[in-house]
């Protein structure tokens, strides 16, 4: 049934209005005083009037105290267009060497990030990038952590965000509904929620994964055919950020 999304309390959505109010007020370093002082669309606003921003980043572990990133992807859009013109795509310098296995995984090379950026030169364009916009991902754990992780470690200050996490909706219908549970009941093994195996239920492209920017664009396309089939364009934010 469309529309039949309870995974947040509405007094824990509107906690998001304060936070981003006070770190504007609060905030020492420039580039995130002007991201938290655009603010965000109200918990209550239909998701249909709100700008989206989709993001993606690629890292050279999963352990944001041990691992840092490679690259970020933003591609701006609402639900019913991708405004692929106004996409943004970093290779960033890490902190720490390059294993084997990440450059296996991402394909980004000791020789991609040579002369890359750090991450501190590139946090003012995407926090342009971001404001006024509410994030999409897939896996919040990720894209929030090790951002917030990393400009812990380049300005002092965290970078903390509501994010709409498709992941967490396709876990909503495949894995924590009543039919998602007697499946498992019954032996079938649990549905895949990661990317491209969800993007594949919705009749979507198969893309080539684990480059930040496309990747960027496959969480907006998964997020717009999620509201199409399951969601209310009139559903208010609040009840999908977390």
């Known amino acids: 049934m469309r529309g039949r999304w309870r995974s947040h309390s509405r007094s824990g959505a509107n906690q998001w209005g304060p936070y981003i109010a006070a770190r504007a007020a609060e905030s020492r370093v420039p580039a995130l005083a002007r991201y938290y002082g655009a603010g965000l669309p109200s918990a209550d606003t239909p998701i249909g009037e709100v700008s989206f921003l989709a993001l993606d980043i690629e890292t050279t572990g999963l352990d944001e105290a041990r691992h840092a990133i490679v690259s970020v992807g933003v591609v701006p859009f609402d639900l019913d267009r991708i ?53 999409v991902v ?24 509501p994010v709409v996490d498709t992941m967490a909706i396709e876990a909503h219908r495949h894995r924590l509904s009543l039919w998602a549970r007697f499946r498992r009941w019954l032996g079938h093994p649990p549905v895949s929620i990661r990317l491209n195996d969800s ?44």
């Open 199 to 242: 993007r594949q239920r919705y009749g979507l492209p198969v893309y080539q994964g684990h480059h930040a920017l496309v990747d960027a664009l496959a969480t907006a396309e998964l997020f717009q055919a999620q509201v199409a089939t399951h969601l209310r364009r009139d559903m208010p934010v609040g009840r999908l950020w977390s």
């Open 83 to 135: 405004r692929l013109a106004d996409r943004h795509y970093w290779v960033v310098h890490p902190p720490r060497a390059l294993s084997s296995l990440s450059v296996t995984f991402h394909h980004i090379t000791h020789t991609d990030i040579e002369n890359a950026p750090d991450f501190v030169e590139v946090l003012p364009s995407l926090l342009e990038a971001m404001a006024g916009r509410v994030v």
């Open 138 to 161: 897939h896996y919040r754990n990720i894209e929030r952590s090790f951002l917030d992780a990393a400009a812990k470690a380049r300005v002092g200050e965290h970078l903390l965000f």
